[in-house]
């Protein structure tokens, strides 16, 4: 039995070299594995396809006569300094009284003498109502009754301690509308007096 073991072993080495050889063990291997001694066969495939990323179409500006103009915005005109503070009483200066008028404010004159007790004792309650009032459209100027005769005339003032009111395009057009005093004014006497 030994024998046969050892004898059938070279038998069998010898019939898997025999059929090695035959076309009969070839065809038994698969299709897509190539021969030992032949190229593998080249296999066209075809590329995978690249995603592109979709593009807006480009837009070709208008021709020059359909561009729109650009609009230049003006500068604001910036406002006009001036030398009166509106819905406040300061001193009378000529400037500032017709810069006012011109600017269609209604102005209120205190005609005041530093030496007129009265018009010491008023000149407090005069503030306090253009302070209660603060009405943009009236312009308030303390005169002095010993320099500015020329308003006093212009006005038919003939007394300190009166207040005048006044409309007009300028100085010289200017014209009285009311008048207030001479005498003790009280706070709301002089409001009033504004605000109509």
């Known amino acids: 039995m030994t024998m046969m073991k050892f004898f059938s072993l070279p038998a069998a080495a010898t019939a898997l070299l025999v059929l090695s050889a035959c076309d009969g063990y070839v065809s038994q291997q698969p299709q897509d594995v190539p021969a030992r001694n032949e190229p593998a066969p080249q296999v066209a495939q075809e590329p995978e396809p690249v995603p592109v990323a979709e593009q807006e179409p480009q837009q070709t500006p208008p021709p020059a006569a359909e561009q729109p103009v650009p609009v230049q915005k003006q500068p604001e005109p910036e406002a006009k300094q001036r030398s009166y503070t509106a819905g406040a009483i300061q001193t009378y200066s000529a400037t ?23 018009c010491a004792a008023n000149a407090p309650g005069i503030r306090a109502a253009f302070e209660s009032t603060a009405n943009p459209n009236v312009v308030g100027f303390i005169a002095d009754y ?23 395009s300028d100085p010289q057009s200017a014209t009285k509308v009311s008048t207030l005093g001479p005498g003790p004014l009280t706070q709301e006497q002089v409001a009033t007096f504004i605000r109509s």
């Open 96 to 118: 500032a009284y017709a810069e006012a008028l011109a600017d269609g404010k209604t102005v209120v004159i205190d005609f005041h003498a530093s030496w007129c007790p009265i």
């Open 146 to 168: 010993d320099k500015e005769t020329a308003l006093e005339n212009q006005f038919g003032v003939s007394s300190q301690s009166t207040l005048v009111k006044v409309r007009g």
